[in-house]
Structures are given as structure tokens and as C-alpha cells.
């Protein structure tokens, strides 16, 4: 069973930039469509951006588009989530989650078949 671990979270300012990586482990990503969503408080979780086994990516959230990129390493078995020009409202508990079916990417956290245990990213002065 895939396993999947976040890490790179951390405060920082706004303005600032972060990479955030999911590293899987007991099996290969290589046939997964991988997303990355978020979730503030008090609020639901939601879609950043997704790639799938092809390479082909997307933003699922119109307010990253331009900021933040996805891109995968099959031979690191990880894949990576590149922020830049944070801003406050970027604050939340960030996850990546595999979906084994990699039928496209989906903004649907129903669709995703195995999930992180989060990474934190704050973004304040």
C-alpha cells in the first residue's frame, strides 16, 4: 500500500518562497496522478494542483496560477510543489494524496485513494 510522507512546511514571510515535497514509499508513484490540496482553518480542504503519470499538470485553484508549479521525480519516487510569492492567505495544512485510476486530474478530494499526513505552511510577517 503507497504510503506518502510532506515535508518543507514552515513560516514564512510574505513574498517568500517554499518548496514542498511527498515522497512515497512501499510502492511506486510512477502510475499515479498526484495532487496537492490544502486546507485553512475553519475551512474545506481544496485543490492546488495535480500532475499526472504522464507529466502533464495542472492548478486546480485559480489563486496559484502563476505562483505555484508542480513537477514530479519518478526516480526520487517524489513529487514536488513549488511556491513562490506567498501570501497570507496561502496559510494552511498542505497534502499530497495519489489517485491510482489516473483518469485526469481531479479537484475532488473523493477521488484520491491515499493521503499524507500534512505539511504546515504559514505565511505571515
Known amino acids: 500500500q503507497l504510503q506518502l510522507v510532506e515535508s518543507g512546511g514552515a513560516l514564512v514571510q510574505p513574498g517568500g518562497s517554499l518548496r514542498l515535497s511527498c515522497a512515497a514509499s512501499r510502492s511506486t508513484l510512477d502510475y499515479y496522478a498526484i495532487g496537492w490540496f490544502r486546507q485553512a482553518p475553519g475551512k474545506e480542504r481544496e485543490g492546488v494542483a495535480c500532475?499526472?503519470?504522464?507529466?502533464?499538470?495542472?492548478n486546480l485553484a485559480d489563486s496559484v496560477k502563476g505562483r505555484f508549479t508542480i513537477s514530479r521525480d519518478n526516480a526520487k519516487n517524489t513529487v514536488y510543489l513549488q511556491m513562490n510569492s506567498l501570501k497570507p492567505e496561502d496559510t494552511a495544512v498542505y497534502y499530497c494524496a495519489a489517485d491510482r485510476t489516473d483518469y485526469y486530474c481531479s479537484p475532488y478530494v473523493g477521488s484520491y485513494d491515499y493521503w499524507g499526513q500534512g505539511t504546515q505552511v504559514t505565511v505571515s510577517s
Open positions: 500532475i499526472r503519470s504522464s507529466g502533464g499538470s495542472i
